[in-house]
């Protein structure tokens, strides 16, 4: 009895078989193949979007760096040239090396007026030094003059205006009023005629003044304490030798005498006289 479930054994010889073999293993490399090709452009797709948008993000960059520079450009403006004016010399261009920009040149005549001030100046200072010493040695030459001068007269002056004679008063008292000057000879002339006269007519006073000598002989003991062209202060030593009815012979006073000599232009003469 033959059994109905079994599935009929394929027709066909073994070399058929062999073929739809072949023919089933070509269709599925060839679809691999196809698969395989799909992949690749679907790479190169994506390698080629990816460059063109690193291309588009580069070029945009590249655009955004220019941009500024364009507006910056843009900003800066024309550049207008303007024509000189006549007679106007530009002024000269700092050095490179200088580093101050904003410092502007000297002027090439102030420097030589600096010069000529201090120029004048230092001429001016000169000047007035040269007539400083020239007037200090002016000052000087005649203070020394002045202290000759002046010694040799209060010398002579004063055993006239220290001595009288009461039988000659008018005479003596009359020469010493020519030796002084200034308010001590209006002094001088009252003080004689009030008291010095009457009293040396009344007790026949004599006296006689002389400047001391050294015993050995030279100058007369006189010195100058101070001096200026036309005031020297003198010390004299000067002995006076009294004689009257109120005195048995006569007395000797030692006296120290400071004059103040005074110049005038009758030479010099006494402005005062101090007893010391």
């Given amino acids: 009895m033959a059994n109905l479930t079994s599935k009929p054994r394929a027709s066909g010889s ?27 452009v679907n790479d190169s797709n994506d390698a080629k979007s990816s460059n063109d948008a690193k291309s588009s993000n580069d070029a945009k960059s590249s655009n955004d760096a220019k941009a500024p520079r364009r507006a910056e450009d843009q ?9 000189p004016l006549d007679g106007w010399d530009d002024p000269p261009e700092p050095r490179p090396d200088s580093g101050e920009d904003d410092v502007l040149p000297a002027r090439p005549g102030r420097g030589r007026g600096l010069l000529t001030a201090a120029l004048v100046l230092l001429l001016v200072a000169g000047l007035v030094a040269v007539a400083v010493l020239g007037w200090r040695f002016r000052e000087g030459r005649a203070t020394e003059q002045a202290r000759e001068q002046a010694l040799a007269a209060a010398r002579e002056a004063a055993p006239v205006v220290l001595s009288y ?13 020519a030796r002084l000057t200034g308010q001590f000879r209006d002094e001088y002339g009252r003080t004689t005629k009030a008291v010095v006269g009457p009293t040396a007519r009344k007790y026949k006073g004599v006296v006689k003044a002389t400047v ?15 001096a200026s062209p036309d005031r020297v202060v003198v010390l004299l ?9 109120r005195i048995t012979g006569s007395r000797v006073d030692l006296n120290r005498v400071r004059m103040t000599m005074s110049r005038t ?11 010391l």
């Fill in 265 to 275: 232009p009758g030479g010099w003469k006494v402005s005062a006289v101090d007893a």
């Fill in 237 to 245: 030593f000067v002995n006076q030798v009294t004689e009257s009815t």
């Fill in 165 to 177: 004679d009461h039988r000659r008063l008018d005479r003596d008292f009359a020469r010493a009023r």
């Fill in 212 to 226: 001391v000598e050294p015993p050995g002989g030279g100058a007369p003991a006189a010195s100058v304490v101070s």
């Fill in 75 to 83: 900003k800066s403006g024309r550049t207008v040239l303007i024509e």
């Fill in 14 to 40: 073994p070399a058929r078989r062999t073929l739809n073999a072949a023919a089933r293993a070509a269709a599925k490399r060839a679809e691999r193949a196809e698969r395989i090709d799909a992949s690749d």
